[in-house]
């Protein structure tokens, strides 16, 4: 199962999101006015651009083609999702040594950000495939993140603020709730984890 999941994993999707988001996030030390702040919105868009490949690595363009198999679809997500963790983590770490120490923002507060935008691209994912036929349903997911991201950008009330510099007061309290965002990702993540009902009934074996 390692291998044919090993071949079916959007690589180019995640490397050229990987290298877009590295790309960003190198003009913090291409510049010599280049700021806390500056850095801070430069992780930002790396993280989103990282995202937009997160949202490809549920596709499995066999869904459709291929005999079920007794392997669950929790057990399959969660192998796709544990080989990209590697990957996930170096390119986060290279993302956040490219920003120079001097103005490098808090850096587990931006890893929490990071985290809750890459579990959230995976939510959606899981869900697109729990609620849809797609077998591919990456750009489509794609393209909510980034909406979702944009709106959220403008649309945000200011009283429940989570895009905020650290040096504003509002920072500690922002990061409190990316954390529950985070949490409620988790949540909906598990919820569209396992097979419809009516999927198990037709995988279950019958009794000869």
Do not use: Y
Request: aromatic residues 6%; hydrophobic residues 55%; proline residues 9%.
């Amino acid at each position: 199962m390692l291998v044919p999941v090993l071949r079916t994993l959007p690589w180019r999707a995640l490397g050229a999101a990987g290298a877009v988001g590295l790309l960003i996030v190198s003009m913090a030390r291409l510049s010599d006015t280049a700021d806390e702040p500056l850095a801070l919105n430069l992780l930002r868009a790396a993280i989103l651009a990282f995202t937009l490949g997160l949202a490809f690595v549920l596709d499995d363009p066999a869904r459709h083609t291929t005999t079920p198999v007794p392997t669950r679809r929790p057990a399959r997500h969660a192998l796709r999702v544990a080989l990209v963790a590697p990957v996930t983590a170096a390119w986060w770490t290279a993302a956040v040594l490219l920003v120079p120490d001097g103005i490098r923002p808090p850096v587990g507060d931006v890893t929490l950000e990071a985290g809750t935008a890459f579990t959230l691209a995976l939510a959606a994912s899981a869900a697109a495939v729990r609620f849809t036929q797609a077998a591919e349903p990456g750009q489509a997911v794609a393209g909510a993140v980034l909406t979702t991201a944009v709106l959220g950008l403008l649309l945000w009330p200011g009283r429940w603020a989570l895009f905020v510099g650290p040096q504003d007061p509002r920072w500690a309290q922002a990061h409190d709730r990316w954390g529950m965002v985070l949490a409620g990702a988790v949540l909906v993540w598990a919820a569209c984890g396992p097979e419809p009902l009516r999927r198990r009934v037709a995988l279950k074996p019958s009794r000869a």
